[in-house]
């Protein structure tokens, strides 16, 4: 028998709970999702909305991500608690860094899944995370960044015009009706960036509820990181 996914389906996969420690030294506990049979074809390191406003690695796209990618598209997804956020996990240690001490974060887990050996690094950053990614990710051995409904309320123009030329990807999913910045915007902001893939939602808002926003917001996660398997089904087992 086959069941619909839903917002509270949790495919199979190998969950294992993890902890990493920062430069300055803090500890950060989080989750690894692998493929249950075989080895990832890429993998995610998930940076989550901001904490002051509930944001955390269990933010629902991120876990969502978490509970469905690695079954669907061989995709092992890393999500973690960024300093002074609490979670059912547990509780990661230091203070809101107001996204500049993150970037130890962002570093931490991303030296974490070298270690691992876990291929074709990207960074999913939603909102906040946008900022984390925009901000520090340049530094960092990955693949490119996925920005899903970036505010660039923290991101200076110059940071972002970085990203040109860098040869790392970078992918921004705008929402048409979203609360901070929609698209005919972004795409000003994002200009110093000619090799932006950019991807406009329409009725797209910056919390992506709902099942069908979610469907598509992976979906775009996984045309960047193992296309040969979409469309992802809606049903399981597929």
């Known amino acids: 028998m086959t069941e619909e996914i839903r917002g509270s389906t949790v495919l199979p996969a190998h969950r294992e709970n993890i902890e990493f420690v920062t430069a ?18 890429a993998m995610l ?5 901001l904490p002051t406003a509930g944001g955390f690695m269990d933010s629902h796209i991120i876990r969502k991500a978490a509970a469905r990618l690695p079954a669907l598209a061989d995709v092992a997804v890393l999500r973690f608690n960024f300093r002074g956020v609490s979670s059912p996990r547990g509780t990661s240690q230091g203070e809101f860094g107001h996204g500049d001490l993150e970037r130890l974060d962002l570093a931490a887990a991303v030296a974490w899944a070298a270690e691992r050996g876990l291929p074709q690094p990207w960074l999913l950053g939603w909102s906040f995370g946008t900022e984390v990614a925009l901000k520090h990710g340049l530094s960092e051995d990955v693949v ?7 505010p660039l309320h923290r991101t200076s123009a110059d940071e972002v015009a970085a990203w040109a030329g ?4 970078l992918v921004a999913v705008i929402p048409e009706l979203d609360d901070y910045l929609r698209p005919d ?7 110093s960036v ?6 406009a939602v329409e ?7 709902g ?5 598509r917001v992976l979906s775009e996660i996984v045309e960047r990181l193992n296309p040969a398997v979409l469309p992802l089904p809606t049903q399981w087992p597929a």
């Open 24 to 41: 300055d030294g803090l500890t950060l506990v989080g989750e690894l999702a692998l493929p249950e049979h075989g080895n990832p074809v």
């Open 45 to 49: 390191v998930c940076l989550h909305p």
């Open 144 to 150: 490119g960044a996925i920005l899903l409904s970036p």
């Open 166 to 169: 860098s040869g790392k990807r």
């Open 185 to 191: 915007e972004a795409r000003q902001r994002f200009a």
């Open 194 to 199: 000619p090799e932006l893939d950019f991807v």
């Open 203 to 209: 009725g797209g808002k910056h919390l992506w509820v």
């Open 211 to 215: 099942e069908q926003q979610t469907y």
